[in-house]
């Protein structure tokens, strides 16, 4: 099983690792079958609060059909987020993983550009609900069913609401990949009760 771990520019840093993070547990203790592939629209990418992180691949050498999911953290509009998480190639890549019923997990604000591929119309999803709710606002205009809960799963679509929920997101993205049992071994494993 293989996961894109996609980076837009000023994607937040603890929304990025705890993919990493989980799946790596999973791989390298427990021998899970679960790799996992960065990628951005350039080799180095800059968070938010200006960390970078080198990406193993861009945008343009992706192949859908190699990967079994997308997992995308949110990010910070002051840091540019939407510049690239609205791009439309990286719309066009969301709309191929879902047209294909492949797995997205986002986390907080990754959601909009899920709402914006139109991948989340009619369909259950949730997205930052803090500020009164501006953000869950927003997916609403792209005639989504928000949902104002910690995660939602719609078929395939994984959604969450804050940076808090982001290793949730991460544990049921592993429960999807793998089972519900395997997944509890490394939740207990890495101390999550």
């Not at 799946?23 to 079958?33: E, F, K, S, V």
């Not at 987020?81 to 190639?89: H, S, T």
């Not at 792209?142 to 949902?147: E, G, I, S, T």
């Not at 078929?155 to 609401?161: A, G, L, Q, V």
Request: glycine share 6%.
């Amino acid at each position: 099983m293989k996961t894109l771990l996609f980076l837009a520019k000023g994607f937040e840093t603890m929304e990025f690792s705890v993919f990493v993070d989980v799946l790596g547990w999973a791989r390298h203790d427990y021998g899970y079958d679960v790799q996992v592939e960065t990628c951005g629209f350039k080799k180095e990418v800059m968070s938010t609060f200006n960390i970078p992180v080198v990406v193993d691949r861009t945008i343009d050498e992706i192949n859908v059909d190699e990967y079994d999911a997308l997992a995308i953290p949110g990010g910070f509009e002051e840091f540019g987020f939407y510049e690239e998480a609205y791009d439309e190639k990286f719309l066009d890549l969301i709309r191929k993983f879902d047209a294909k019923g492949k797995i997205i997990a986002s986390i907080c604000v990754a959601a909009l550009p899920l709402g914006k591929s139109g991948v989340l119309k009619n369909r259950k999803a949730t997205t930052y609900h803090l500020k009164e709710g501006y953000r869950q606002k927003q997916l609403a205009e792209f005639l989504v069913n928000v949902v104002n809960e910690p995660i939602v799963v719609d078929k395939n679509i994984i959604t969450s609401y804050c940076p808090e929920t982001a290793s949730g997101v991460a544990f049921k993205l592993l429960e999807l990949l793998t089972s519900k049992e395997q997944m509890e071994v490394v939740k207990k494993a890495m101390g999550f009760s």
